[in-house]
């Protein structure tokens, strides 16, 4: 897993903590998941943001978190390949421990963790946010045996599912996504199928499922300097993948520059995935006891 460039996150922060909005209703489905499977005197969550990268992921749910859960003790674990990224995140989020590592390494590094004397009887979250499309087959069976070890929950936001709308419409719209989206199944990397198949692979396991759409909605000029290296960078993997594109590129980036300015509108879908254990630890105390309700907003799968 390549690392993301400092910069392009924290531009693309205020987006994306805007597009969180919209995951609120499955935050607030873990909170409560939390706060009945816990006894009084043991109100402590393990909290690892895999990919963590500069800490921005974990920033925002740590915030999220502490309101909802004010009286619970949160420890946070950082984990990411790339130790310069880290680095960052540790002066992002200072209280948080960082473990540099790849994702395949989750089993192992959440079972000593858990542990530990100092996290023992803690319940465990896995959080993210925009990484499932770069993770491989391998890395989400780390994670979902991790949630199925630990009777963990996992909460990750903001994966890429495919598909824009651009208004105006342009003819190129359509091949530039298409190549963007056979870009991001290089190196094994599941690309906008990675939160289907982390569901089902949770399923496979008897965990239950839960997802919600977390879209960007962008508007230029407003968000000119965002959408200009958004769109520049999404152009240029469109045209790696498809050097055959390369004229029709130029066409589409010289319109779309143009907009920039003049008017334009893009709105970008986004997949949140809640993986919940509850119904799973339930059984294994009474089979006959089944969860079928979600949560209200969100959509059982």
Do not use: Y
């Not at 897993?1 to 924290?10: D, F, Q």
């Amino acid at each position: 897993m390549t690392a993301a460039e400092p910069g392009w996150l924290e531009l693309r922060r205020p987006i994306d903590d805007a597009a969180r909005q919209e995951s609120l209703h499955l935050l607030d489905h873990a909170v409560a998941r939390l706060s009945a499977e816990t006894e009084p005197d043991t109100k402590s969550l393990l909290a690892i943001d895999i990919g963590a990268g500069t800490g921005n992921s974990a920033l925002w749910f740590d915030t999220a978190l502490r309101t909802r859960l004010p009286d619970w003790e949160i420890n946070w674990i950082l984990l990411d390949s790339d130790q310069a990224s880290l680095d960052l995140a540790a002066t992002a989020l200072p209280h948080a421990q960082t473990i540099c590592t790849p994702i395949v390494a989750l089993p192992t590094v959440s079972a000593e963790l858990l542990s530990a004397s100092e996290f023992h009887g803690s319940q465990m979250l896995l959080t993210c946010s925009a990484l499932l499309d770069v993770l491989t087959e391998t890395d989400l069976i780390a994670v979902v045996r991790t949630l199925k070890d630990h009777d963990g929950l996992g909460l990750f936001l903001l994966s890429i599912v495919g598909g824009w709308e651009l208004d105006p419409v342009h003819p190129h719209d359509a091949a530039v996504d298409a190549a963007f989206t056979s870009h991001q199944h290089r190196d094994g990397r599941l690309g906008h199928h990675a939160p289907e198949r982390l569901m089902n692979l949770a399923r496979r396991h008897g965990l239950t499922a839960v997802k919600g759409p977390s879209p960007w909605h962008l508007t230029a000029p407003a968000d000119r300097t965002f959408l200009a290296r958004f769109l520049s960078e999404r152009l240029d993997a469109a045209c790696e993948e498809d050097p055959a594109l390369a004229a029709a590129a130029r066409d589409w980036w010289t319109q779309r520059q143009a907009q920039l300015d003049s008017g334009l509108i893009v709105r970008v879908d986004h997949l949140d995935v809640l993986i919940d254990p509850t119904g799973r630890a339930r059984e294994r105390e009474n089979p006959t006891v089944r969860m079928t309700t979600p949560a209200v907003g969100t959509e059982m799968t």
